[in-house]
T-cell receptor
């Protein structure tokens, strides 16, 4: 069974600074997807970034980038130039690539990020 | 605009009562999912459906039931058998990769 671990329950960063959120996962699959979702106080889940395991290049979306280390099963999220609107719970998630009828997202327990003015 | 609509936003249940949470999508997605969110536990999968008239149990299906009579709709019933139903419930739909989530329903037992 796949598991996703986020070892930082809470983090804080000053506005305009950079912060890195950690995520590790355990799987015997070779092909899969990894995701970071953001859940602001409104509780709407928003997809931040996605990484395909077969791609060596790290995904980037504006101020958000990942450090994907497949051998170490590590998938960290870096937020550059942090903004007050980045304050949210961040979830790391895993999905098998060839799940067939079971394309389920498996979530970590989340990291609550507070951006301080 | 396409999206997922969950209703109601807040729901209160008395002991021993069944309640139904609504989830409707107009994204033409085949797959739909129900997750439960509790503090410190992330999101846990309750039920999912890949096609109409078919659904599968997730990791915490006990005390819940679902139906999938239409592609657009995937209602979740929280039965009296669910002993600790107070939680935030999220519905999602998706193509093969990439979910869209609804805005959630907060269920409280009174």
């Amino acid at each position: 069974a796949q598991t996703v671990t986020q070892s930082q329950p809470e983090m804080s960063v000053q506005e305009a600074e950079t912060v890195t959120l950690s995520c590790t996962y355990d799987t015997s699959e070779s092909n899969y997807y990894l995701f970071w979702y953001k859940q602001p106080p409104s509780r709407q889940m928003i997809l931040v970034i996605r990484q395909e395991a077969y791609k060596q290049q790290n995904a980037t979306e504006n101020r958000f980038s990942v450090n994907f280390q497949k051998a170490a099963k590590s998938f960290s999220l870096k937020i550059s130039d942090s903004q007050l609107g980045d304050t949210a719970m961040y979830f790391c998630a895993f999905m098998k690539q060839h799940g067939g009828a079971t394309n389920k997202l498996i979530f970590g327990t989340g990291t609550l990020l507070a951006v301080q003015p | 605009d396409g999206g997922i609509t969950q209703s109601p936003k807040y729901l209160f249940r008395k002991e021993g009562q069944n309640v139904t949470l609504s989830c409707e999508q107009n994204l033409n997605h085949d797959a739909m999912y129900w997750y439960r969110q509790d503090p410190g536990q992330g999101l846990r999968l309750i039920y999912y459906s890949q096609i109409v008239n078919d659904f599968q149990k997730g990791d915490i299906a006990e005390g819940y039931s679902v139906s999938r009579e239409k592609k657009e709709s995937f209602p979740l019933t929280v039965t009296s058998a669910q002993k600790n139903p107070t939680a935030f419930y999220l519905c999602a739909s998706g193509p093969r990769v990439g979910y869209t989530f609804g805005s959630g329903t907060r269920l409280t037992v009174v």
